[in-house]
């Protein structure tokens, strides 16, 4: 069933926002301070290709000050709206009975855009 949503998401949306995030990654990583920012947003935009399948949890070794000041610098710096358009979204896809597994991939991709750092895609 993961797959049939997998597809599903990549031909109705998830190849673009992969794509996106992909490319904003690239981005962050022309520049030395950037590159921890981009590998995060690169990972993340792997993980919105084939979000299906996968759950966001915090990891097991995360280191707790950097970890902690990387976050609070992503959220400063764009994270927030981010989040909010995956949260917008989600609310979007879930007022329709179809949309609702699409919505929850959503709220699963709010919170790994909102604290990368110390998360990490455990698929199953």
């Known amino acids: 069933m ?13 190849a673009l926002i992969s794509l996106v995030y992909l490319l904003g990654g690239l981005l962050l990583c022309l520049t030395i301070v950037g ?3 981009g590998v995060q ?6 993980f919105a290709l084939w979000p299906f399948g996968g759950d966001v949890q915090p990891k097991k070794n995360a280191t ?9 610098l992503w959220i400063i710096f764009g994270g927030i709206e981010v989040a909010l358009a995956h949260l917008s979204l989600g609310v979007v896809f879930c007022c329709t009975i179809i949309g609702i597994p699409f919505g929850l991939q959503h709220f ?7 604290l990368p750092f110390g998360h990490e895609v455990v698929r199953r």
């Open 2 to 14: 993961n797959f049939i949503g997998n597809i599903i998401w990549v031909v109705f949306g998830g």
């Open 108 to 114: 699963k991709l709010m919170l790994y855009s909102l």
């Open 35 to 37: 590159i921890p920012f």
């Open 41 to 46: 947003i690169m990972r993340l935009g792997l």
């Open 64 to 72: 707790g000050c950097l970890q902690l000041l990387m976050n609070v």
